[in-house]
């Protein structure tokens, strides 16, 4: 139950307030005096103040200022009667959470205070995500300087709690995932299992196994039952990545996982009842692949309840510099000695474009620090290594076999380009086999 302090010199409105908001479930406490009601706020724990504006010992931006000079934590919510409104807003400059205008209705107080504790749960949920993904050495880090961001954070904390679909669209290496872990970490289901699985990197002819799982004798070398992902990650969450890359045959059997919570391994003759949240993650433009007949359209609107896009690093260049910072001090904890960048370095690291996003500007810190040796990178540090050459540009490769990989790398990254990242359609485009160009993908350094 969360706790009010009412501060005002009218005795009935004092009252009729406290009345109003116990009926509302809230536990009340009320001051006639802002001094008293100083005292009284710093030694005791309240969760939400009203406040009157004006007040004759002491006005309620006084009491303000004097309630945040002794570190008080509590929204404060000002109530102002006509007149008022001025010193209001200076006071929501001064930290005020919001204003009444006085003559007020009941409901609006009362809404006043939902709002504000709504706000102040997000605010909490957010900071406690950011701390749990930059405590993790292990995964991808998520800064969230840049507003694009932090509007993501925002999302992730409203939809973590629900059991909702999200699917989470932004180019390779912006962070899907890591967005999809935070939302299993904020929501009931963070003590079970999270699994993820990149739709793409798996054969088609084996990827209903891996999803649904097979029993024994469904084909050559099903030599036991085996359950699948959606079963492995029962009572967590099951990240379908790169979902855009599933075949439509496949499509059909995940709508109908979703919709009737069950699944069907291969061989199987039974149903089996499942309990996962699912999340979705694509490179790709969902709608233009159900314009173009590649994706369902039913899927399509089962999966992206909630879309949370994240942006690319180029268009949130505040995210850079922290971001380079933080990879510089896992790669110090790593290597047992210390790793700084200097201001000129987080200056021109801020400059680039990073075609490969985030997953890029990790490899070019750790790149930068083995290469130099040194305890502090400068710019100088990051242009003498190599970065990705502009399509069309001419290898100066001087044997044979380095001059084949590059202009494979090229080929590779055009028809990438142009099938807008989608592996299958770029494989047939190249005339070679998905499995080959999985190959190809790792040979040469492209994945």
């Not at 880090?141 to 699917?167: F, G, K, N, Q, Y």
């Not at 899907?176 to 088609?204: L, W, Y």
């Not at 492995?232 to 496949?250: F, N, R, V």
Request: aromatic share 4%; net charge neutral.
């Amino acid at each position: 139950m969360s706790r009010v302090l009412i501060v005002d010199d009218e005795p009935g409105l004092r009252q009729s307030l406290a009345l109003l908001l116990g009926d509302a479930g809230y536990e009340v406490a009320a001051e006639g005096d802002g001094r008293r009601a100083l005292e009284r706020a710093t030694a005791e724990p309240f969760d939400l103040i009203l406040c009157d504006v004006r007040m004759p010992q002491m006005s309620g931006l006084d009491f303000l200022r004097g309630y945040r000079g002794r570190g008080g934590t509590a929204l404060v919510i000002m109530m102002s009667a006509y007149g008022g409104e001025d010193a209001a807003l200076q006071a929501m400059h001064e930290g005020a959470y919001d204003y009444v205008p006085k003559p007020f209705r009941p409901d609006e107080v009362v809404l006043a205070l939902r709002k504000a504790e709504e706000r102040e749960k997000l605010r909490r949920t957010v900071a406690g995500l950011q701390a749990q993904l930059d405590s993790s050495p292990d995964r991808r880090a998520l800064v969230a300087h840049s507003a694009a961001m932090r509007s993501a954070l925002d999302i992730v904390a409203r939809v973590a709690e629900h059991a909702t679909t999200v699917l989470v669209t932004g180019e390779s290496g912006t962070g899907k995932e890591v967005i999809a872990q935070a939302i299993h970490r904020a929501s009931p289901r963070a003590q079970a299992a999270f699994i993820g699985v990149n739709c793409a990197a798996i054969p088609e002819n084996l990827l209903e196994s891996e999803l649904f799982g097979h029993v024994r004798g469904a084909f050559t070398g099903a030599s036991a039952d085996k359950p699948g992902l959606f079963e492995q990650a029962s009572g967590g969450t099951l990240l379908l990545d790169e979902i855009g890359e599933l075949p439509l045959g496949l499509q059909a059997k995940l709508l109908r996982a979703l919709q009737e919570g069950e699944i069907r391994r291969v061989g199987d003759q039974r149903n089996r009842k499942i309990d996962v949240r699912v999340l979705a993650a694509t490179a790709r433009d969902l709608a233009a692949e159900v314009q173009a007949g590649r994706f369902r359209e039913d899927l399509f609107y089962r999966v992206h309840v909630v879309t949370i896009h994240l942006p690319p690093l180029r268009e949130r260049p505040e995210d850079v510099a922290p971001l380079a910072q933080l990879f510089a001090a896992r790669l110090a904890t790593r290597f047992g000695s210390p790793l700084t960048l200097s201001p000129a370095a987080l200056e021109w690291l801020t400059a680039q474009p990073w075609p490969g996003n985030v997953r890029e500007l990790e490899n070019a810190v750790e790149r930068a620090a083995v290469l130099s040796g040194k305890t502090t990178l400068g710019p100088e540090d990051f242009t003498a290594t190599p970065r990705p050459r502009p399509t069309g540009a001419v290898p100066q490769e001087t044997t044979l076999s380095a001059a084949v990989a590059a202009a494979e790398r090229d080929a590779i990254r055009q028809a990438l380009e142009s099938c807008g990242g989608n592996r299958r359609d770029a494989a047939s485009r190249l005339g070679i086999s998905l499995r080959s160009l999985f190959y190809k993908l790792k040979q040469l350094g492209l994945e």
